[in-house]
């Protein structure tokens, strides 16, 4: 490539490139979290077509509950506590509708008769698994919500909802809380929170590392600022095109700062080494500029599709990464071809001040490969063999719950509650009856089916509109808990209907629709890894598949959608990691211009996701919509040192040199750099282990891992494979 890094193009362009990432400041700092549910799903898939009708006929599935527990609910001093909490929770905007023990106080008991409502309580299982549970004594505000489309609607009312029971809490009731709303507004904190915290310490563990490497204050900013560059240009664009941050997005900012080192460290690495033997700044710059901007182009590329493989997926976060990522890349190819240079000469970066890798040490580790390479390459063969043996353990699971630590009071939370309580979310069944609910012919086929589901393991309860017909059987016979039963006859399941008043309308307008022809039944979780979840839903659907003729049915509900496309993902991205595998060895191919090299290449940098994927099932870490990402991106990542190796090695045996000396030689001159980066790289990508947001500790470790790996399958398997394959023949 014709350009000077040391002329006044360069220089212009470099100013440029400043003042474009000043500008970006300005976008970046437009950016919000935005974790709605919504987002993860694809709204044009025929499930989310049913959830949308489903939504239109019945309202929301989406509920908090709150458990509480410490008193004996039914003194009236407890009562009166409660009541209070229920008229502040019904004042907040997004809720739809509340039921608790002071709700049936107040509208069935007009306030009073305390120990007719509490054996109103314990007579029927109409409450029980729901908002009561006499073995346990717990009890509960079951809180119907409805978030709307503001991004930090959810936040609002769970806050204003913890607000609301904040009273009760200080009266010495142990509260608990649950639900999809709660654990999304976790999520959404946590992920901003470790975000924030872990990227400055994986920044300046790796910035101690490269002044250990470098001694140079002056490489250092070099550094500091093209990275710094690399991260504007990529936030103010997404700012610039609306986009928010959300919980995968969020590793951007340490993923790109690896990414970008890797560019700027070749670049300088490269100057010094010149400039020991070319006093003249110019002239070293030129000459290494000519040496890394192939192989760092090609290197960028492979990353950018590593990337651009994410945007096959249906989520739109995870599509979000791939292309913020992918743009990232391609900033810090520019920024690193560019300003990299000019600031290595405006800044006068010295080469008499970085600390030289010996030679020997480069030779040590190329010492086995050149002379006995065949006993390196049976070496990786077992090693091999035990990561493809050992994928068979990797775990596919979805469970957000295991996205924050164990000890977690939000964990904590949501096992009380399907311990001692109910379930924290719904799976939604509706059946569409031919003459409505209250034809006597469709209880049978309505009772059956909620008392199969409420036999599936992980079904705390489930409610039917058949519940609230014998519970008002039942008070139309002065509350006699014997006449807790479905009615005798069609006819007086529709005068008892007619006779309802608001208190029972509301909640069964819920259940039925405006017609009386769709029927809801709702089963109440209390599991949330997919293994267990799964089996129910799958269930579920094979029940209404087999209902009556006349009678159909279908399965949905929020959280059902967003396993399924959590686990859907995993899917997706196992298939298209062989199709990005594919793409990135051609643009080495077309890159290096060699069928050789591009066979050279695949091994050593797939065994570092092989490894990645063993490690996974030997410390029980699942493959689910966090970690499926990691393959895709450690390989674009593995793969750009050993461009620089090869591309080394290829200018080396086109200049007449034997096998054996090219790859001495090309590692004399990159192995340094590729040490530098590849540790540089793994502590920042390990840094991210103090993260308590385990989506971003499972990513480091496992990117951390692949990257060590990478790199001394560079320094052993690439001089071996070229020593077997080569042959002193011309590439």
């Not at 990432?21 to 919504?38: C, H, K, P, T």
């Not at 790796?206 to 002056?218: G, I, K, P, V």
């Not at 600031?343 to 190329?366: G, M, N």
């Not at 200018?651 to 090309?666: F, I, K, M, Y």
Request: charged share 15%; proline share 6%; net charge negative.
């Amino acid at each position: 490539m014709k350009f000077d890094p040391a002329g006044r193009l360069a220089a212009s362009l470099a100013v440029g490139l400043l003042l474009l990432s000043a500008g970006a400041l300005v976008f970046a700092a437009r950016l919000q979290m935005d974790n709605r549910i919504e987002r993860w799903l694809d709204g044009a898939s025929p499930s989310a077509q049913n959830y949308a009708g489903f939504l239109q006929t019945f309202g929301s599935d989406e509920f908090v509950i709150a458990a509480y527990e410490g008193h004996d609910p039914f003194e009236p001093a407890a009562l009166q506590q409660q009541l209070a909490a229920l008229d502040a929770l019904q004042t907040i905007p997004g809720v739809r509708q509340v039921f608790a023990i002071p709700s049936v106080y107040r509208d069935l008991f007009g306030g009073e008769d305390i120990e007719a409502l509490r054996n109103e309580f314990s007579a029927t299982p109409f409450y029980t698994g729901f908002i009561y549970q006499p073995r346990t004594g717990t009890v509960g505000f079951v809180i119907e919500t409805g978030a709307g489309e503001e991004s930090h609607a959810r936040n609002r009312i769970v806050q204003a909802i913890r607000a609301a029971l904040a009273p009760m809490e200080a009266a010495g009731w142990k509260l608990y809380y649950a639900g999809p709303p709660i654990l999304n507004v976790e999520l959404d904190q946590r992920s901003q929170q470790e975000s924030a915290r872990s990227f400055p310490i994986a920044l300046t563990l790796s910035l101690l590392l490269l002044w250990a490497l470098f001694r140079s204050l002056r490489a250092l900013a070099v550094i500091l600022i093209c990275g710094a560059c690399t991260l504007a240009l990529t936030f103010g664009l997404m700012g610039a095109t609306g986009y928010s941050v959300n919980m995968v997005t969020s590793v951007l900012p340490a993923l790109l700062w690896v990414l970008s080192l890797a560019g700027i460290i070749h670049v300088l690495r490269h100057y010094q080494q010149l400039h020991a033997s070319l006093p003249d700044a110019r002239l070293a710059l030129r000459d290494s500029f000519r040496e890394v901007w192939r192989p760092c182009a090609i290197a960028s590329m492979t990353n950018a599709v590593g990337f651009i493989s994410l945007v096959t997926a249906d989520m739109a976060p995870v599509r979000e990464l791939g292309c913020f990522a992918a743009a990232g890349v391609l900033f810090a190819l520019a920024v690193n071809l560019v300003l990299g240079p000019v600031l290595t000469r405006w800044f006068k970066v010295p080469p008499s001040r970085a600390v030289q890798l010996r030679h020997t040490f480069i030779s040590a580790c190329a010492a086995l490969p050149l002379r006995a390479p065949r006993t390196v390459l049976a070496l990786s063969v077992p090693i091999t063999a035990l990561t493809l043996f050992s994928l068979q353990w990797v775990r596919v699971e979805s469970d957000p719950l295991t996205f924050l630590p164990q000890d977690a009071p939000l964990v904590r939370d949501f096992d009380v509650i399907a311990e001692r309580l109910s379930g924290y979310y719904s799976v939604e069944l509706v059946v569409q009856t031919p003459n409505g609910w209250l034809d006597q012919q469709v209880w049978p086929v309505l009772d059956q089916l909620a008392q199969a589901m409420a036999a599936q393991p992980g079904v705390a309860r489930v409610l039917t509109p058949l519940d609230f017909l014998r519970k008002m059987n039942e008070w139309d016979h002065e509350i006699d808990p014997a006449w807790y039963r479905l009615p005798e006859s069609s006819a007086a399941a529709t005068q008892l209907h007619a006779a309802m008043d608001d208190t029972m309308r509301s909640p069964l307008a819920r259940l039925v629709s405006e017609d009386g022809r769709a029927v809801r039944l709702s089963a109440l979780i209390n599991v949330m890894s997919s293994s267990q979840f799964i089996p129910v839903v799958d269930f579920a659907r094979a029940q209404t598949a087999a209902l009556p003729t006349g009678m159909t049915g279908y399965v949905t509900g929020l959280v059902p959608q967003l396993v399924e496309a959590q686990l859907g993902l995993v899917d997706a991205q196992v298939k298209s990691f062989g199709l990005a595998a594919l793409v990135i060895f051609l643009c080495i191919l077309v890159g290096l211009r060699s069928w050789r090299l591009m066979l050279v290449s695949i091994i050593p940098n797939v065994l570092p996701i092989l490894v990645a994927f063993a490690a996974m099932a030997w410390w029980d870490i699942a493959l689910d919509a966090a970690t499926v990402m990691m393959a895709s991106v450690a390989l674009g990542i593995a793969v750009d040192d050993t461009v620089h190796l090869l591309a080394s090695y290829a200018a080396l045996r086109a200049g007449g040199s034997t096998v054996r000396d090219a790859c001495q030689e090309a590692l004399a001159q990159v192995g340094a750099p590729m040490i530098i980066t590849s540790v540089t790289a793994s502590a920042g990508f390990f840094a991210l282990q103090f993260s308590q947001f385990m989506p971003i500790a499972w990513f480091g470790l496992l990117s951390g891992l692949a990257m060590l790996v990478a790199s001394a399958a560079e320094l052993t398997l690439v001089p071996a494979l070229l020593t077997t394959l080569d042959k002193d023949h011309a590439p």
